[in-house]
């Protein structure tokens, strides 16, 4: 609470210190000595104390409170002033971008990822790009420059920023010509056969166990072998997938959205003053001290701000369907190659355990299922040649 030491001065102090309790002003830690009155009061009542004062001579002592801040701030306004100012200067100019190296033995390869790091943006005398828009340029220039580069890192260490890039090596892919069969990778419902080369064994909605032949290399004439190839195609099956997905009955989740924000905070004792002033949500903090006062209660801290969303769910056994569907698929999403596609998903079976709920998800995936089997080049004759070299 604000407050005031006063000292009063002046002929009748005691009738004075009688007459400002009459008018119900409350008084605290009172010092009565010949030449003057101590008292503490409150904000409030420092007006009333300086309307009745007379010819007694009022003077302020301390004060406590925001009081005190303000008197702080007053009494160093040209100091603090003079420390945001160099403090504002310095973290400008800490981000702003001085220096950009490219690290690489071949002047051809820095050449162009200057130009390229120019035309996105990364520039000498201008602001320091976030994580996010680095994470962007390091993408475009990899686009861009596939059949050259392989690997790109853009460092950031104080104003400066060094880029370490790795050269693309493309290799000659060697042809392999050995013959082969298309078998089952897994155990699959057959949905689809693509085949250019080789003699199709199966049909769709066959059933397959894993290393099963689909498409033979070994082509036949009747019973008799006529030649062997590499057999080429593709096959796509109907594959099961049963995924445990583990739900607390009581979910609690902060995640950070949105950009990050980054501001000035001035502390004082326990006031915070935040330039811009912050807007009443969810922040994850982080702090870099710029100055610190070891004399005074005075601290300048640059914030980085992460705003956050608060997420609070119960689950049940009859409402935690929905999510468990959706956690599953992204489990089993990140197994799947690119072109796989689910066909069927559903909730098999719940069960609860102590705090948890246990989901049982059961999926139907199409994915292509072709794997090889290299075959022998040597041609049997069939029938009674066929058992004889068994």
């Known amino acids: 609470m604000n407050k005031y030491r006063i000292s009063i001065r002046g002929k009748n102090k005691e009738s004075f210190l009688k007459f400002l ?30 309307k009745y004062k007379g010819l007694h001579e009022v003077k302020i002592l301390n004060t406590y409170g925001t009081l005190k801040i303000k008197y702080l701030l007053d009494k160093y306004r040209y100091i603090l002033f003079s420390f945001l100012f160099v403090s504002i200067i310095i973290i400008f100019l800490s981000n702003i971008v001085f220096k950009i190296e490219v690290i690489h033995q071949k002047e051809e390869i820095k050449e162009i990822i200057y130009n390229d790091l120019y035309e996105f943006g990364l520039r000498k005398y201008r602001p320091k790009i976030t994580y996010k828009q680095k994470e962007n340029l390091k993408e475009k220039i990899l686009e ?14 104080g104003t400066k920023y060094i880029i370490h890039v790795e050269e693309r090596k493309i290799k000659k892919e060697k042809i392999d010509n050995r013959k082969r069969d298309i078998v089952a990778k897994k155990e699959a419902m057959i949905l689809e056969i693509k085949a250019t080369t080789g003699e199709i064994l199966k049909k769709k909605y066959d059933h397959v166990q894993k290393g099963e ?73 982080e702090d870099i001290v710029l100055l610190n006062n070891q004399l005074l209660p005075i601290k300048l801290v640059l914030e980085k701000k992460y705003e956050l969303k608060i997420i609070d769910k119960k689950y049940t056994i009859e409402n935690s369907s929905r999510e468990a569907i959706k956690i599953a698929e992204e489990k089993l999403l990140k197994q799947l190659d690119d072109d796989s596609t689910i066909l069927y998903k559903k909730v098999l079976k719940k069960t609860i355990n102590n705090s948890t709920i246990i989901v049982d998800v059961f999926f139907k995936v199409k994915e292509n299922i072709t794997d090889y089997t290299l075959i022998s080049d040597e041609l049997k004759e069939g029938g009674e040649n066929e058992e004889h070299a068994r």
């Open 21 to 50: 309790i009459s008018r119900k002003i409350n008084l605290y830690n009172i010092i009565l000595t010949k030449e003057e009155l101590k008292i503490t009061i409150d904000e409030k009542d420092y007006t009333k104390v300086l």
């Open 213 to 285: 032949t689909i498409i033979s290399g070994t082509i036949k004439n009747k019973d008799k072998e006529v030649a062997k190839v590499k057999a080429e195609g593709k096959v796509y099956g109907e594959v099961w997938y049963n995924v445990d997905v583990t739900l607390p009955t009581n979910y609690h989740e902060e995640r950070r959205i949105g950009k990050v924000k980054r501001g000035l905070s001035l502390r004082i004792v326990n006031k915070n003053i935040n330039f811009p002033p912050s807007k009443n949500k969810s922040f994850e903090k």
């Open 144 to 157: 861009k420059e596939k059949d050259k580069i392989e690997w790109i890192e853009i460092d950031n260490i």
